[in-house]
Every structure is written in C-alpha cells, then in structure tokens.
C-alpha cells in the first residue's frame, strides 16, 4: 500500500509555478521595503541620546566641563533650540523625499526596477552609514547630517513606486486589499527592527545604529539585483486580469448589442495575454485618472499623523513617561505592531465591500478621538499605555496602509488607463509623494510646537486627521451611493 505523502509535500506539489513565483515576489518585495524602513528608523532612537538630561549620567572623573547640564550632549544638539535642530534634519530627509517621488515614478516607469532598486538600495545604504561614521569621525556640523539626510531621503525614493509597480505586475484586483495589507506590513516590521537594532547601541555608540542599518539596506540591494523578477511575462508566467471581464463588457460591449450571444460566448473564454506596448502615462495623465487627487490630498494629512508618531514617538515617550532612550524606542515599536493589524483590518474589510475610501474614513473618523485620549491618559499606567499605542498604531496606520498599496494599485490599473499598465509607478510615486509633503510637515511642526507643551502638537494631529477624513467625503458618498443603487432601483421596479 502506497503511503500518503507528507503534509508538508502536498502543500508543495498543489501550489502551481505561478503560485511559487507570485509567492517568491511577494516575500523579496516585502525583504526590500522592510529594510527602506528600517534604516529610516534609528534617527528617531537616536535623538534622545543626542540631547539628554546629563545630571543623570555619571561623568568621568577625569573630565573637565564647564556645563553640568549639556556635558553629554552631542554638539551641536547640546542647545536650548536642540529640537529645531532635530527639525532641521527630519526635513531635510522628509522634503528631499517629498520633491524626489514625484520624479522617481517617472523614471520607474522608464528604466529596468530591478536596476533601478538596486541602485537606489545601494546608495541609501552608503548615506545611512556616513551617518554614523559622523560618530567615529567626531563630526559636529549640522550641515553635515543635514546633507547626509537630503541625499538619503533621495535615494529612499527609489523604493516605493517600484515594489508597488512590481507587486501590481504580478497581482489582480482580487483580494488585493487582503494581499497587500499583509505585504504593507513591511513598514510597520521595518520600523520594528529599526528601533530594536539602534536600540541595541544607542546608549554605547550610536554610530552603529546607522551603520548597521546601512549595511542591511545595502546588502538587500546586491539581493534584489540577483533575484527580482520585474513582470511574469519574463518568466513564462501567467500575467494577472486588473479587471474581470464582465467589467470590460459592461464599460465597452465587444460587439453591438444586436450580437449578444456571441458576446456571451467570448466572455466565458479566457482572454488572450497581449503583449503590452503601451506608453508610459505622463504626469498630468495620472492626475486625471479619478481618486487620484482626493486619495493624495487625504494621504498628506494621514501620513503627517504617521511620520509625526514616526519621528517624535520615543522622544515624547522619553519626556512624558521619563523612559530612558533604548526604553522609549522599545515602547515605541507598539505603534507599529498595531499598524501592522490595522492594515491587515483595512485591506480585508475594504476588500469586502469594496469600499476603499469608507474603510478609510471610518479609520480616520475614529483615530482623532483616540488621539485625544492617548495625550490625556495615555501614560497613566504600563496597561494603558501599551493598549492605546496599539489601537492608535491601527488607526492611524490602517488608511495610510490601505491608500499607499492596494488603492494605489487599483488606481494605477484603472479601468479608464485603457489597459495602459505602465501607470502604476506614476501613480504611485503621485500618491506617496504628495503624502510625503505632509511627511515632512508633521515633524517640522511638531518641533515648532512641542515647545509650547505636547498637548498642542496633539491638537495638530487631530486638526490633520479631520482634514483627512473631509477630503475623502466624495469618494465616500460615491461608494455607499453604489451601494444603495441596486436596493433603490429595485424598490422602484416594485
């Protein structure tokens, strides 16, 4: 009697080569952007090593100072205005992102991703670590880091709009919001290991908590140009249907309509994969592609919420709970384990009804009272604390999550593109970019604000986050329109 095979083994042999390689991109893809996001991750650990309260620290005996209070600061942060300073270089990495994504989706539309990632991996890797080289070299201009951060925020625009477009060449519309929920993880894990790695040395040499992050990046770079497969096409398999073939016939029927059975009958087929020869869309092009104005405008208000959290969490942490630096970072990680849930939550519900823009706005609607009430009560005991960072990660989290992976792919293989599919890194790239200005405002108002007191930088991030819900008001009453058609059209019938 033959015997079954091993559990293990029939999971194998079901899954088909198109499941194998959809499955090896996802993973690379994911690997990649996770290390985008973890060498963005140690400046925020940093900072509160930069500038501390030195009557804490035991100081060497055989030291010679001249002020007990700023003694163990790193010059220049060793100032009253040392949180413009740390200002001054979260922008100079966040608006030199901000400009560079508008023009790296039309050169990722233009050039081979997986050279094109590679590059800009490589280099991200060499800035991140002349970061901390500044450490070792006993560096104390600020111009220095500065420069360092705008060529890096640079570099970093490399990554988005290509794994974007290179996840959408593989995956359909099906279960998109589910799929790339899970994918989109890669920020939350990548801020993740960010903060546990600079954690690590942040508090001995805090160099290292860029130059092993840099490393890191670096080495995914040489990984990527080894292994990334850019479209299915290139290996014999199957390229995936953006739009199920009712959707076609319904927007532009094959035949007239005096010639439906033979409509009927083609649209049972499987439709033959044409080689795509398509321009890539100009820049006022995708602008015009509906939803891509509103869900832009709606993810520079999110993403200002989220990078705010991103930059100033431990720092906030560090003053309001009087955590130490390596505490406040790890603490800090509870913000995006709750955004990893949140996008999970966002891409399931939205893919079951189909609502992208009222899955976000009812995020967003209800992360501003959270927000007010993780200001307020937030530090009262370890409990809370770790409970309200966790629900405020995925609210806050969630939408950002949703916009910039499965909306951003649906827009980009929009029915209106004609089937033009070498729009998605221009999407992309649009969507993210303009969510990368409010990237860059919500930590340079934060450090303008917080020397007023946290509760009015708290304020600001709720303004945002209203602002963010109303842009999305259209899109929303256009969804729930679509879904009370049917039952209004047949109470007419009635």
């Known amino acids: 009697m033959k015997s079954p095979l091993a559990p293990g083994i029939q999971v194998v042999t079901s899954l088909s080569r198109d499941s194998w390689y959809r499955g090896f991109i996802l993973f690379l893809t994911f690997l990649f952007y996770t290390a985008y996001h973890l060498s963005r991750k140690p400046i925020s650990i940093v900072k509160s090593e930069l500038h501390k309260n030195c009557s804490t620290v035991i100081r060497p005996v055989d030291l010679n100072i001249t002020d007990n209070d700023t003694w163990c600061d790193w010059v220049p942060f060793d100032q009253d205005n040392y949180q413009t300073l740390f200002g001054v270089l ?14 790296s989706g039309i050169f990722g539309e233009r050039l081979p991703l997986r050279y094109y990632l590679s590059v800009g991996m490589l280099l991200s890797g060499v800035f991140t670590c002349l970061f901390g080289l500044g450490y070792y070299w006993e560096i104390h201009s600020l111009w220095y880091y500065a420069f360092i951060q705008v060529m890096n925020g640079l570099m970093q625009t490399t990554g988005w709009p290509a794994v974007v477009a290179c996840v959408g060449n593989w995956f359909g519309k099906g279960k998109r919001g589910f799929i790339m929920g899970v994918w989109n993880s890669h920020t939350s894990v990548g801020n993740i290991l960010g903060s ?97 104005v509103e869900f832009s405008l709606c993810l520079m208000f999110a993403k200002l919420v989220s990078y705010t959290f991103l930059y100033w969490l431990p720092l906030y942490i560090s003053n309001v709970a009087h955590f130490k630096a390596k505490e406040a970072g790890d603490m800090s990680t509870l913000f995006d384990v709750g955004g990893i849930v949140g996008g999970i939550m966002a891409g399931l519900v939205s893919d079951f009804t189909g609502g992208r823009a009222s899955t976000c706005y009812v995020m967003l609607i209800a992360a501003a009272p959270m927000l007010f009430l993780y200001n307020y009560i937030g530090q009262k005991s370890l409990g809370i604390t770790i409970g309200m960072l966790l629900v405020c990660g995925a609210l806050v989290n969630g939408p950002y999550a949703l916009i910039t992976t499965a909306v951003s792919a649906d827009l980009g293989t929009h029915e209106s593109l004609r089937g033009n599919s070498r729009a ?49 008001s259209r899109l929303v009453y256009k969804e729930i329109k679509g879904w009370c058609g049917p039952r209004l059209r047949g109470f007419k019938e009635v």
């Open 90 to 103: 979260d922008n100079s990495f966040l608006v030199a992102y901000a400009i560079g994504m508008f023009f």
């Open 424 to 472: 998605l890194s221009t999407v992309s790239a649009i969507i993210d970019g303009t969510g990368s200005i409010g990237a860059a405002l919500g930590p340079l108002l934060a450090g303008l604000i917080s020397p007023t007191g946290w509760n009015n930088v708290f304020y600001m991030l709720i303004a945002a986050d209203v602002l963010a819900c109303l842009l999305l």
């Open 196 to 292: 546990l790695i600079a954690g690590v040395f942040v508090s001995s040499a805090w160099g290292m908590s860029f130059i092993v992050p840099g490393i890191i990046i670096a080495s995914t770079g040489i990984l990527c140009f080894f292994f990334l497969v850019e479209k299915p096409e290139d290996v014999n398999c199957t390229p995936p249907q953006y739009h199920n073939v009712q959707e076609i016939n319904e927007t532009e029927p094959l035949l007239p309509n005096g010639n439906q059975s033979i409509n009927r009958s083609i649209s049972t087929e499987t439709p033959e994969i044409v080689e795509d020869h398509s321009k890539a869309i100009s820049f006022c092009g995708a602008l015009r592609i509906p939803g891509v």
